[in-house]
């Protein structure tokens, strides 16, 4: 549905040139996914990959890098359509990147509304048959993740009451954002609800060099400890069997499996083998709850590297003038990504999709906020009239 969705955008005669930042992820991110899958000679995993993932292939020359070809399909296609969505958000226009804003917070009042009904019965919050899978908080099947699409949008509210002029609208939707995190349980999301609320007004509302400074400044602090807070709070079982030794166990991969990696979505079939034997219990660790470490243990070299590179080209960005809606992105990216170093928010499709949306807003090449000066746009004509089309910048 994604996909065909940006189809209309990425055809369209009128929409601006893609971001480049964006479009080079795109092609790079497919070469890594498409060599994982590709049969390469097998002397080239000699020493480079432990004996108990050398699939038996008999005599065949030919290796896989991926120990599972289908689910690295599937992550293929899962990527490639996030990243197809934040392509087509840098192509639209700032008035039509603005007015995707309400279905946004449409998506994340639907969510807040199914969450608040459902933390109100007063039995079992779990609800099953409505969808394929068992619904914990709002739509979501993990209340963390739903936690993570409310504190993701409070930027988004933020510059919506400030710029826009939705002050009522914000004034409501912040404290019911806060409120619906303090039922779900997830005492880290309200703190990080809380830290990114006050960033939010202090990083939109001052638009003095100082002022930057200062709320830069106040945004590391606060960041670093909403981060401590997340570490400390999130999780569900047993210390002796937590996020820790799941990091630990996958380190241990990491350092045998760091050129090809075990291919994209096989976390499973590569955690295995590195379990301690008395961390062997029935509940079995599906993810690592690390987004970063997952990443690399599952596509090596490559993956680290592609992963180096958005994090240097994303501080880089920060060097142009940001207008207050890529400001709010800003925000939001950073603390998606600080949940993912205990989490993995980004494996649903819901978070991945807002990630990608605010990544096209973050990146886009003109600016969406202030009205453009003839200095920044051509006039054109236009169905028998004059318009100014702004010039993108390389």
Same mark, same amino acid.
């Given at each position: 549905?994604?996909?065909?969705?940006?189809?209309?955008?990425?055809?369209?005669?009128?929409? @601006? #040139?893609?971001? +480049?930042?964006?479009?080079?992820?795109?092609?790079? !991110?497919? !070469?890594?996914?498409?060599? %994982?899958?590709? #049969?390469?000679?097998?002397?080239?995993?000699?020493?480079?990959?432990?004996?108990?993932?050398?699939?038996?292939?008999?005599?065949?020359?030919? &290796?896989?890098?991926?120990?599972?070809?289908?689910?690295?399909?599937?992550?293929?296609?899962?990527? !490639?359509?996030?990243?197809?969505?934040?392509?087509?958000?840098?192509?639209?226009?700032?008035?039509?990147?603005?007015?995707?804003?309400?279905? *946004?917070?449409?998506?994340?009042?639907?969510?807040? @509304?199914?969450?608040?009904?459902?933390?109100?019965?007063?039995?079992?919050?779990?609800?099953?048959?409505?969808? +394929?899978?068992?619904?914990?908080?709002?739509?979501?099947?993990?209340?963390?993740?739903?936690?993570?699409?409310?504190?993701?949008?409070?930027?988004?509210?933020?510059?919506?009451?400030?710029?826009?002029?939705?002050?009522?609208?914000?004034?409501?939707?912040? +404290?019911?954002?806060?409120?619906?995190?303090?039922?779900?349980?997830?005492? $880290?999301?309200?703190?990080?609800?809380?830290?990114?609320?006050?960033?939010? *007004?202090? *990083?939109?509302?001052?638009?003095?060099?100082?002022?930057?400074?200062?709320?830069? $400044?106040? *945004?590391?602090? @606060?960041?670093?400890?909403?981060?401590?807070?997340?570490?400390?709070?999130?999780?569900?079982?047993?210390?002796?069997?937590?996020?820790?030794?799941?990091?630990?166990?996958?380190?241990?991969?990491?350092?045998?499996?760091?050129?090809?990696?075990?291919?994209?979505?096989?976390?499973?079939?590569?955690?295995? #083998?590195?379990?301690?034997?008395?961390?062997?219990?029935?509940?079995?660790?599906?993810?690592?709850?690390?987004?970063?470490?997952?990443?690399?243990?599952?596509?090596?070299?490559?993956?680290?590297?592609?992963?180096?590179?958005?994090?240097?080209?994303?501080?880089?960005?920060? &060097?142009?003038?940001?207008?207050?809606? %890529?400001?709010?992105?800003?925000?939001?990216?950073?603390?998606?990504?600080?949940?993912?170093?205990?989490?993995?928010?980004?494996?649903?499709?819901?978070?991945?999709?807002?990630?990608?949306?605010?990544?096209? !807003?973050?990146?886009?090449?003109?600016?969406?906020?202030?009205?453009?000066?003839?200095?920044?746009? @051509?006039?054109?004509?236009?169905?028998?009239?004059?318009?100014?089309?702004?010039?993108?910048?390389?």
């Amino acid at each position: 549905m994604i996909v065909v969705a940006v189809a209309f955008v990425l055809t369209a005669q009128t929409s @601006l #040139p893609a971001a +480049p930042v964006l479009l080079t992820f795109l092609v790079l !991110i497919s !070469i890594a996914c498409v060599l %994982q899958v590709l #049969p390469l000679p097998a002397w080239l995993f000699t020493g480079s990959r432990p004996e108990i993932f050398m699939q038996s292939d008999g005599d065949s020359p030919f &290796r896989f890098v991926s120990l599972g070809v289908g689910r690295t399909m599937e992550a293929t296609a899962f990527a !490639i359509s996030a990243l197809l969505f934040a392509l087509a958000v840098s192509k639209l226009r700032g008035e039509q990147v603005r007015g995707l804003l309400p279905f *946004f917070f449409i998506g994340v009042a639907c969510n807040m @509304l199914a969450g608040a009904m459902q933390f109100s019965m007063a039995q079992d919050t779990s609800l099953q048959s409505w969808l +394929p899978y068992t619904i914990a908080a709002g739509l979501f099947a993990n209340v963390n993740h739903f936690s993570t699409l409310l504190f993701a949008s409070i930027p988004l509210i933020v510059y919506y009451g400030l710029f826009v002029g939705r002050g009522v609208l914000m004034s409501l939707a912040i +404290p019911a954002i806060l409120l619906i995190l303090l039922a779900a349980g997830s005492r $880290a999301g309200v703190l990080i609800g809380l830290a990114i609320t006050m960033l939010s *007004f202090l *990083f939109l509302a001052w638009r003095s060099r100082a002022g930057t400074v200062t709320s830069g $400044a106040l *945004f590391v602090g @606060l960041g670093i400890y909403s981060f401590g807070v997340t570490t400390k709070f999130v999780g569900d079982l047993d210390p002796a069997f937590g996020r820790i030794e799941f990091m630990r166990t996958t380190l241990e991969g990491l350092k045998e499996n760091w050129v090809w990696g075990i291919g994209y979505g096989n976390f499973l079939d590569g955690y295995g #083998p590195y379990e301690r034997e008395e961390m062997i219990y029935r509940p079995y660790v599906n993810h690592v709850h690390n987004d970063f470490l997952e990443v690399a243990f599952e596509g090596g070299i490559l993956a680290m590297t592609l992963m180096a590179l958005y994090v240097l080209l994303f501080v880089l960005r920060m &060097r142009h003038r940001l207008d207050p809606l %890529q400001r709010a992105a800003f925000l939001s990216i950073v603390f998606v990504l600080l949940h993912s170093t205990v989490d993995y928010p980004l494996r649903t499709m819901a978070i991945a999709v807002t990630f990608a949306f605010l990544n096209g !807003i973050y990146f886009h090449r003109i600016p969406l906020f202030k009205p453009l000066l003839r200095s920044e746009a @051509l006039e054109v004509r236009h169905n028998g009239g004059t318009i100014l089309a702004p010039i993108a910048r390389l």
